[in-house]
């Protein structure tokens, strides 16, 4: 377990990430985190949780039709 160090950023707070952390996210200046509540605590992300549910739904319509989409690419 790695503390992070909060700071102040004007009239909010930020939390600085140690290059080990920045690398093994694969983030850099600039990107999006996703923060996700659970029951330990919370999860940061680099990838929005809310976006991969609706690409796995997506593929799930796409493998249940997927003779349909067969016949339709013809």
């Not at 694969?26 to 690409?55: C, M, R, W």
């Not at 593929?59 to 013809?74: C, G, I, S, W």
Request: no cysteine.
């Amino acid at each position: 377990m790695q503390p992070l160090r909060v700071i102040q950023i004007g009239n909010s707070l930020g939390v600085i990430f140690p290059k080990e952390i920045t690398n093994y996210l694969h983030i850099k200046k600039g990107d999006a985190l996703y923060v996700t509540f659970s029951p330990n605590g919370i999860e940061v992300s680099p990838y929005n949780p809310e976006l991969q549910a609706q690409i796995a739904e997506g593929q799930a319509f796409m493998n249940e039709h997927h003779e349909t989409f067969k016949v339709l690419a013809k």
